[in-house]
Nanobody, 114 residues
Framework: QVQLVESGGGLVQAGGSLRLSCAAS????????MGWYRQSPGKQRDLVAA???????NYADSVKGRFTISRDNAKNLVYLQMNSLKLEDTAVYYC????????WGQGTQVTVSS
């Protein structure tokens, strides 16, 4: 079955950096678009960044120039490098793939403090 396991979240001061990782299994990783979403309490889950099988990326306007999504097809990993973190980046971050159905990881908490 499809499994997505995120890691790398934590507590960081504003202006700092974190790198999230997502390990995927149960899919032919290199053929799939991978995405990172985030959700804050009381808000909907929104797309942060996505990377296609060809390596094409797209970002939410709020993170452009600060976050970078990348993938390692040999290791079935997708990363989200987050720089210049802001208080409003605080959320649970989820890895996502669509493979006949939507699949989500368990989420990893990112908390940005002042």
């Amino acid at each position: 079955q499809v499994q997505l396991v995120e890691s790398g979240g934590g507590l960081v001061q504003a202006g700092g950096s974190l790198r999230l990782s997502c390990a995927a299994s149960g899919i032919i990783f290199r053929f799939n678009t991978m995405g990172w979403y985030r959700q804050s309490p009381g808000k909907q889950r929104d797309l942060v960044a996505a990377i296609s099988s060809a390596g094409t990326t797209n970002y939410a306007d709020s993170v452009k120039g600060r976050f970078t999504i990348s993938r390692d097809n040999a290791k079935n990993l997708v990363y989200l490098q987050m720089n210049s973190l802001k208080l409003e980046d605080t959320a649970v971050y989820y890895c996502h793939v669509f493979s006949r159905s939507d699949y989500w990881g368990q989420g990893t908490q990112v908390t940005v403090s002042s």
